[in-house]
């Protein structure tokens, strides 16, 4: 079995890498909206729509129909398509992962193997990835688009007005913002639901079953001032290896890992033994497991592959504990300045 350090390295390099992925995701995916939205407002300026006048409705009704198309077919299906080739090399280092997880707790890989993806079953994997209630094919090819022409046809009819209590003073306040943080919050929740996918499709049918047990697989919550009420309550809950995860709202961050990797006695590089006391209040009197708390701690007691990970100046000042661990992550996420 790994020792306790070299498991929170392992999750901490995955969670960043994810991390890094979802940024280049979404800011890619900002830019294409940007593109179609300019659009949008170009062809809703120039409708007549805006103006009180005969025919108006039916205006109203064409341009709103034609919004809906055009952010589907412009966006929504083109952005469907950008995930499926992003994330298919982010699902077979997610199946590596998963195995890794296994043998590091202790685990034995009976079927090692039994797990190989076509691309057209990664693709369907991307498809089905549950946000929000609905798969994310659905989201962006279908809910997205009509949400927009909705707000397009509310800014058309509210205009400047606060009738509803809502003052729309701009496209940019009506349409833009909302529907960014729509596709933002749609990105990080697929991205964290497809790599929840592949993981558990490892413990289901590559580990030993006689191992990982009935209810092998435990919720794990990120536990720090944002967690929702939801997840904090789901924290420590046990489920088959064949129950299908989803996310209980959007921009959900919990993972479902083997029991045994989270509450077996762990090694330390010395050789002692320590248990997994959890560093944050959780269920029954158990403690309960805080990526944020355990990586600090790891920062500090691993300072050399922090900075191999972090950077050397942005590691030490990690570890130095001159910026918090959520500055550090941003910092380390945020896109190079130009040189």
Not at 163 to 173: A, H
């Amino acid at each position: 079995m790994a020792d306790l350090s070299a498991q929170v390295e392992a999750f901490l390099r995955n969670a960043l890498a994810a991390k890094k992925l979802e940024d280049r995701l979404i800011k890619q995916a900002l830019r294409d909206l940007r593109t179609t939205l300019v659009a949008v407002e170009r062809a809703v300026g120039s409708s007549g729509a805006l103006a009180v006048g005969p025919g108006r409705e039916r205006i109203i009704a064409s341009i709103v129909e034609a919004v809906g198309n055009s952010v589907q077919d412009s966006f929504g299906v083109p952005q469907l398509a950008a995930m499926q080739e992003a994330l298919a090399p982010f699902v077979e280092r997610q199946l590596e992962f998963a195995r890794r997880m296994v043998t590091m707790a202790g685990g034995e890989l009976t079927s090692e193997g039994a797990v190989q993806l076509t691309p057209a079953q990664v693709n369907r994997l991307v498809n089905d990835a549950v946000v929000g209630g609905k798969t994310l094919s659905t989201q962006l090819t279908a809910t997205l688009p009509a949400a927009v022409a909705d707000r397009v046809e509310r800014y058309i009819r509210l205009g400047l007005s606060d009738l509803g209590g809502e003052v729309f003073r701009t496209y940019e306040d009506a349409v833009v913002r909302t529907t960014e943080n729509n596709v933002e919050a749609i990105i990080r929740t697929g991205v964290q639901e497809v790599g929840n996918a592949a993981q558990q499709a490892i413990y289901e049918f590559e580990t030993d079953p006689a191992w990982l047990g009935p209810d092998g697989l435990v919720w794990t919550a990120v536990l720090d001032s944002s967690v929702c009420p939801i997840c904090l309550k789901l924290d420590g809950k046990r489920f088959p290896a064949s129950y299908r995860k989803a996310s209980v709202h959007p921009q959900c961050r919990c993972y479902l890992i083997p029991w045994k990797w989270r509450n077996e006695t762990m090694t330390n590089p010395d050789g002692t033994t320590e248990p997994t006391r959890r560093p944050a209040e959780g269920d029954n009197g158990e403690q309960a497991l805080s990526f944020k708390a355990a990586a600090k701690t790891w920062v500090q007691d691993n300072p050399e592959t922090a900075q191999a990970i972090f950077g050397k100046k942005l590691g030490q000042r990690l570890v130095d504990g001159e910026i918090s661990f959520d500055k550090a992550v941003k910092q380390w996420s945020a896109p190079k300045a130009a040189t």
